[in-house]
């Protein structure tokens, strides 16, 4: 059962796009929805997150826009460079005593080309 | 500061071997993680941990036993390699369960 669902998977801009990755959750009870950058060969590392009492959350280019009653989350990213080639994945977590439990998207590859 | 940090970066390992992944932060953080990371699966919790001497299961947590003695180290052991078990391994740690968690670097892990 796979509870956090993201799309694409693969995702290719030119520099200066705008690249939008989408994340569909399930469990109503989830009120932490973190986004994730990886590069090649590191781990992965927080980028911004929202909690459900907020539609929108920016931090510099990059934009989560969230959808309560649809169970939906996106990250934008605006004005993208080459060096925001990465991949990213959506989370969530939340629910009474499994707050501690982060369930990801399986992922999108971002290529930004110069 | 270290942050968290996971050795060794690389391994491999014949089936049947048992070994032990460490991971150790020094943010005083309360709640740490496995995931196991593989192509076009995301990443998947194997064990966690919400303080000292308290741990559970995840999703994916057969072949694999953590403890928790300290709050610093978070070692998970595998007991007897299997290839399905080849995998990238992310050791994570967070103050609270709904923050932010930070990863450790990985280790990279093939059993042949």
């Known amino acids: 059962q796979q509870q956090v669902k993201q799309s694409p998977q693969s995702l290719i801009v030119q520099k200066g796009g705008i690249p939008i990755i989408n994340c569909a959750y399930e469990?109503?009870?989830?009120?932490?929805f973190p986004w994730y950058q990886q590069f090649p060969g590191k781990g992965p590392a927080l980028l911004i997150a929202?909690?459900?009492?907020?539609s929108e959350k920016k931090e510099g280019r990059f934009t989560i826009s969230f959808n309560k009653s649809a169970k939906q989350f996106s990250l934008h990213i605006m004005d993208s460079q080459p060096g925001d080639s990465a991949t990213y994945f959506c989370?969530?977590?939340?629910?009474?005593?499994?707050?501690?439990?982060?369930?990801f998207g399986k992922g999108t590859l971002l290529t930004v080309n110069p | 500061n270290a942050g968290v940090t996971q050795t060794p970066k690389f391994q491999v390992l014949k089936t049947g071997q048992s070994m032990t992944l460490q991971c150790a932060q020094d943010?005083?953080?309360?709640?740490m993680s496995w995931y196991r990371q593989d192509p076009g699966m995301g990443l998947r919790l194997i064990h966690y941990s919400v303080g000292a001497g308290i741990t559970d299961q995840g999703e994916v947590p057969n072949g694999y036993n953590v403890s928790r003695s300290t709050t610093e180290d978070f070692p998970l052991r595998l007991l007897s390699a299997a290839p399905s078990q080849t995998s990238v391994y992310f050791c994570?740690?967070?103050?609270?369960?709904?923050?932010?968690?930070?990863f450790g670097s990985g280790t990279r892990l093939t059993v042949v």
């Open positions: 929202i909690r459900p009492d907020v």
């Open positions: 994570a740690s967070s103050l609270q369960g709904n923050y932010g968690y930070t």
């Open positions: 943010m005083n953080h309360e709640y």
């Open positions: 989370a969530a977590t939340g629910g009474g005593g499994s707050n501690y439990k982060l369930t």
């Open positions: 469990n109503t009870a989830f009120d932490y």
